[in-house]
């Protein structure tokens, strides 16, 4: 009977949330007080709400309550960009382009066409890339205070592909990954389908808390770190040069692999060195060229000590193979022409230039963005829930992500992401100037 009580109570909930009569941000009556009022223990009271929670109806929030959710957002909103409507203002995803760059690719498959061995492109190539295209893409990372032979380069199929690839080749099922609390969705998404413990370290201004993440070796066989010290996403931090150092002699201390994700670093100008560079031997360096050159070119870099290429290696075998060469040698043509160099000088440019509009478009808001970044990050007020503030946007024409895809920690904040690289100008500041307004009506509802 008390199970029949226990489903049916849920069931009622469940059906006035999905009716509106319990409209979303409503706080529901604490466990304790479920437990009361409906005379049942509070341990069942408390599964009322988890399998309310499980089915996305509801979500609990550390010293605040629980609340009903949002329903109407698109599911894997922040992660799934198919859930976006064609005529949304995107500001979800970012996909910056320049307008030189389609002529860019003409004249490439041009030259590709009249020029070279056509024949040996087509065929399988080595599985961490060609010899030669390995050594260009070294000294290319070269210019980012990387000093690495070509065999320590692999060319994969993104950089996310080469996340999937070092997951794969150099962790197993089970094994803890220190990551911060607010991460990269892909990597979260990565580590539940191959079953790593996940575990969150807290943010400071600048950076990571070693401090915590010194505490949590000493209690936990901790595998590895992933962290992203230039340009980090979604906060915008850079590193300094003494935490870089911190981070590396708790590495070699406790035995870490550093996974470290540069897929923004080139956006900044003259940051301390990689931690690649002061940890080599224990340090996965992964990059590609979605941002700075277009999304398109799924050409990622993973460099590595070589005692790890095998296992890489044989990780790119079981996926794909190879990376196609027809991409690598057009992306190896735009390094060793200067294209790829000018494209991220001209990206910088574009990138500050959205965060200038940003600043005027988002005054009186208190947000969190590196100046040279395509992304920002936007606390909302404590009144202000983000699921709310996404749901009226999309009635607004505008997508964008709230915390739950970045957040690692058991609490989520209510706050929004915003990416700045794939709208029109004139577009960009009239989508943010509509953000703006939105946030403000609710604070008065």
Not at 278 to 283: F, G, H, K, N
Not at 316 to 325: C, E, F, K, L, V
Request: glycine share 6%; proline share 6%.
């Amino acid at each position: 009977m008390a199970r029949a009580r226990y489903k049916s109570l849920v069931d009622s909930f469940a059906a006035d949330i999905r009716a509106g009569r319990l409209i979303p941000g409503t706080r529901l009556p604490t466990h304790r007080q479920l437990a009361a009022q409906e005379r049942m223990s509070l341990v069942t009271g408390s599964r009322v709400y988890a399998e309310l929670e499980a089915m996305g109806l509801v979500s609990g929030e550390a010293g605040r309550g629980t609340f009903v959710r949002e329903i109407s957002l698109p599911p894997g909103l922040g992660i799934d960009q198919q859930a976006v409507a064609t005529d949304m203002l995107d500001l979800n995803f970012n996909y910056p382009t320049l307008a030189s760059q389609s002529e860019l690719l003409r004249a490439a498959l041009r030259q590709l066409a009249s020029s070279g061995d056509l024949d040996a492109l087509l065929r399988y190539q080595p599985h961490a890339g060609r010899p030669h295209e390995r050594a260009i893409v070294a000294r290319h990372l070269s210019h980012r205070g990387l000093n690495l032979a070509a065999e320590n380069i692999l060319l994969v199929n993104g950089a996310q592909q080469g996340l999937a690839v070092t997951v794969m080749g150099l962790l197993q099922p089970g094994d803890v990954v220190a990551v911060d609390a607010l991460t990269y969705p892909g990597f979260k998404i990565l580590a539940e389908s191959y079953h790593l413990e996940l575990v969150a370290i807290p943010a400071l201004s600048d950076g990571p808390d070693l401090a915590e993440l010194e505490r949590l070796c000493q209690r936990r066989q901790v595998r590895a770190v992933y962290c992203m010290p230039t340009l980090h996403n979604p906060l915008g931090w850079v590193m300094s040069e003494p935490q870089r150092h911190r981070l590396v002699a708790l590495a070699r201390e406790h035995g870490l692999l550093i996974i470290e994700d540069a897929a923004y670093a080139y956006l900044a100008e003259k940051p301390p060195l990689p931690l690649a560079s002061l940890a080599p031997e224990s340090t996965v360096y992964i990059s590609g060229f979605s941002k700075n050159v277009a999304t398109g070119l799924r050409v990622g870099i993973v460099a590595a000590p070589e005692k790890w290429t095998p296992a890489l290696e044989r990780a790119i075998r079981a996926t794909t193979w190879n990376t196609p060469a027809i991409m690598t040698a057009i992306l190896c043509e735009w390094i060793e022409d200067g294209t790829v160099m000018r494209l991220e000088d001209e990206k910088r440019q574009d990138a500050r230039l959205r965060q200038s509009i940003a600043r005027e478009a988002l005054s009186e808001l208190n947000y969190i963005g590196h100046p040279d970044s395509y992304f920002l990050w936007l606390p909302l007020p404590e009144e202000v829930r983000a699921d709310r503030i996404a749901a009226a946007l999309l009635k607004e024409r505008i997508s964008l992500s709230t915390a739950e895809p970045f957040a690692t920690s058991v609490h989520v904040p209510h706050a929004l992401r915003l990416a700045l690289g794939s709208l029109p100008l004139p577009t960009l500041r009239e989508a943010l100037t509509t953000v703006k307004r939105v946030i403000q009506l609710h604070c008065y509802l």
